[in-house]
């Protein structure tokens, strides 16, 4: 073994960490003494970005009389496992026979699937006595030396005879390609089938058991192994798929949503770079998000705005962000298809329009590091397909002459004004639009950057290119929270009145904001704030990333009215005044940051010398970093803004950010009355930072304890926050001295 640390020691250290499925990146050594048998070194999961990669290899290390209960692998995976020390003794169901006293559960709402076993242990002790010759599993024992194959779908149970040590790795490759494709497609009903058969069709689906049917021995017999193998068919599977939860895929249904995200874009890596798998690619890619529709939406586009059509290379869309967004040639064409309420898509692109505009208008330098906005509009993605085109203002109305008008010269249809608003925007014929269908999908045409982005390219940048990078992007950001608000009220046509900030924030469900009195530019940003407050709690379970004592205490931690972190001074429940709000562009991360090299290596070194210059007055060239992705453009708080900045682009490193923060040149500290700067009420940067860091759409918290694994320990969240944001006390001291 490690030539520096022996197998024990590396073993132990491993134990102790537990990190039995991570030991190829804790101790690579480890990996290194042993070859993959040659007919499992195919694995498509290798043109899957590293970082999102499934857990696919273990350490497996047990006592006698140990094991593992019955299952299917993840995601259908086929697997090897090679026993270095020992004896198992193994039992194989094929797909679709559930194991006897085996119960699994499918959830109706997003299609994962549980299972309810007995230990291996007690399965052979108590279950397999009792079955009759037909019913038992497949067996065998397994000695040192030996590795055994387990197929997709294949449900297995081991026991441990003796002390066992053994590897196993699962892979995709050829032969189980589409069979793992489809389980990554979010869905409903095919999940449950490809584990227990035929029997998922049944009514109960929530609850399928051979134990709990009558007649169970007779159920069982019927469900031979041909009759599995046809339940296990892809295209079988594929009808039961439920198109509607894919192609509606809502970000608010975090496996859903992450499960579409990381399936489309293993696709376009495979798209790009095995070619020979061309065909079974599209199939998969029809069946998970209609990729044939959005396809012909794209080329509809491409030839209403006359752009090349995509070469096929180009035809499968790129995996970042929620939003399809399609490469073609020197444009990017990015299909507004993340909501389910369809109004809420063209409100998104009514907002993104706006801040394009007033970029433009205002001569920000921002204009020079986003993408150059080249054309919007909507497409109707049903037989035959229509690109109408719309510039994000007035009311859309498609009626007249088949295009879409502006009534107004205001973004009315904008994020922040859709509480006045009838929720109807489309005055359509009924042929023209399908709810269900989704059938009107917004679009915007930008100009492709040049350069990778900064997920890609990290690995290959030295520490003063991103210092670099850190610097450009401190200016940008200041940029961004510099630009001049929308206008957020409306005139009514016939009397020519201003519909007052208190129609919206009657509209605003489920939050008593009317004593507030909320002005209506923090509107959507406090719903925001209230939704992720209110299911606090449900979101860090799911995530299960934070340790159950810190769950317990985060109700008590968070302020209790989220128009707290916003107030210039809130205290004996009434708010006397707000901040200022300022764009944001919600989730800067590191792949909506694209990265072009410095000219020259003089210029980049150049980068700690100057990073105290004032704000404007840079030598360096702003082009080499670009902020890409306004879809979620809001108004709101800038410190939300630093929360995916220093979690996801900086990795929690606080010397970089503290570069950044330089070049930023902005405080984000409330401008507090004299008699209450000493007050117990004033909220301390850190404390605002680390709820946003709780309350933030995305996982962040997942950051946080990735990062700082010893924080999960921790006793209270104030560890936490000093931890993870202390460092900002200083920027706030530099800022008050220098002003």
């Not at 694995?43 to 299917?72: C, N, Q, Y």
């Not at 497949?138 to 449900?155: M, N, R």
């Not at 080329?299 to 967004?325: F, K, M, W, Y």
């Not at 998104?348 to 986003?370: H, N």
Request: hydrophobic share 40%; charged share 25%.
């Amino acid at each position: 073994m490690h030539a520096k640390l022996g197998w024990i020691t590396q073993v132990r250290w491993l134990m102790e960490g537990n990190c039995f499925r991570k030991f190829g990146e804790v101790a690579p050594g480890l990996a290194e003494d042993y070859e993959v048998p040659w007919l499992f070194r195919e694995d498509l999961f290798d043109f899957m970005d590293k970082t999102e990669r499934p857990p696919f290899r273990w350490l497996v290390i047990g006592p006698p009389r140990s094991g593992a209960s019955w299952h299917v692998d993840p995601a259908l995976t086929s697997a090897w496992n090679t026993l270095i020390k020992g004896r198992k003794r193994w039992a194989l169901y094929p797909p679709g026979r559930v194991p006897p006293s085996v119960i699994v559960h499918a959830d109706e709402d997003d299609g994962e699937v549980d299972v309810d076993s007995p230990t291996s242990l007690q399965w052979w002790l108590d279950v397999y006595p009792a079955l009759r010759n037909e019913d038992k599993p497949l067996e065998c024992i397994q000695y040192p030396g030996e590795t055994i194959y387990v197929p997709s779908g294949w449900w297995h149970c081991v026991l441990n005879l003796d002390n066992s040590l053994a590897v196993t790795q699962n892979f995709v490759n050829t032969s189980n390609f589409q069979l793992v494709s489809l389980d990554l497609c979010p869905g409903y009903q095919h999940k449950a089938v490809a584990r227990a058969g035929r029997l998922a069709l049944q009514e109960h689906i929530s609850a399928v058991s051979t134990d709990a049917i009558s007649n169970a021995a007779v159920m069982v017999a019927k469900l031979n192994f041909q009759e599995s193998e046809s339940s296990f068919d892809v295209d079988f599977l594929a009808r039961l798929v439920d198109h509607n939860k894919i192609y509606l895929v809502s970000n608010s249904v975090r496996s859903n949503f992450h499960l579409s995200q990381l399936l489309r874009k293993w696709l376009h890596n495979l798209w790009c770079f095995k070619r020979d798998l061309k065909d079974q690619i599209w199939k998969i890619a029809c069946i998970a998000f209609n990729a044939k529709g959005l396809l012909q939406s794209v080329i509809s586009i491409c030839d209403a705005h006359n752009l090349p059509r995509p070469t096929e290379q180009e035809q499968l869309p790129l995996g970042n962000g929620s939003n399809p967004v399609f490469i073609v040639g020197s444009h990017v064409i990015k299909l507004y298809l993340d909501e389910a309420i369809e109004d809420k898509a063209i409100d998104a692109v009514a907002s993104e329009l706006q801040f394009y505009s007033i970029v433009k208008k205002s001569g920000s330098p921002l204009e020079q590091t986003i993408p150059r906005l080249v054309a919007s509009g909507v497409v109707y993605n049903k037989e035959p397909y229509r690109v109408v085109t719309w510039d994000g203002r007035g009311e859309p109305n498609c009626k007249i002459r088949g295009k879409i008008v502006s009534e107004s010269e205001d973004y009315l249809r904008a994020r922040w004004n859709q509480a006045v608003l009838n929720s109807s925007y489309l005055d359509c014929h009924e042929d023209d639009v399908s709810a269900k269908g989704n059938a009107q999908c917004p679009y915007i045409i930008t100009m492709k950057c040049e350069g990778q982005d900064f997920a890609h390219m990290r690995e290959k940048l030295q520490k003063d290119h991103i210092l670099y990078m850190a610097q450009v992007l401190g200016e940008h950001l200041y940029n961004l929270h510099d630009l001049p608000l929308p206008q957020m009220s409306q005139l009514d046509g016939k009397e020519g009145k201003h519909i007052g900030s208190q129609q919206n924030i009657d509209m605003v469900n489920n939050h008593d904001v009317r004593n507030h009195k909320v002005p209506e530019e923090w509107i959507l940003f406090y719903q925001k704030l209230c939704g992720q407050h209110e299911h606090a709690i449900d979101r860090l379970e799911q995530w299960g990333c934070v340790p159950l004592h810190l769950i317990k205490q985060v109700e008590g931690y968070l302020t209790k009215d989220p128009i707290s972190l916003v107030a210039v001074n809130k205290f004996h429940g009434k708010l006397l005044d707000l901040a200022t709000p300022v764009w944001l562009h919600m989730d800067i991360n590191d792949e909506n940051l694209q990265i072009v090299l410095a000219q020259s290596d003089e210029s980049v070194q150049q980068t700690c010398s100057q990073l105290d210059t004032v704000h404007g007055e840079s030598s360096h060239d702003l082009k080499s970093c670009y902020i890409l992705d306004f879809g979620d453009v809001c108004l709101g708080d800038p410190v939300y803004d630093l929360v995916s900045v220093y979690l996801d682009v900086f990795r929690g490193n606080s010397d970089i950010m503290k570069h950044f923060l330089k070049s930023y040149y902005r405080t984000f500290s409330l401008k507090y009355p004299e008699q209450l700067r000493h007050s117990k009420y004033i909220l301390k940067l850190s404390y605002r930072a680390m709820c946003y860091t709780i309350l933030h759409e995305e996982n962040a918290l997942g950051a946080v304890f990735s990062i700082w694994k010893e924080l999960k320990t921790a006793r209270t969240w104030q560890e936490v926050e000093q931890r993870v944001w202390g460092f900002l006390a200083g920027y706030e001291d530099l800022w008050n001295q220098m002003h």
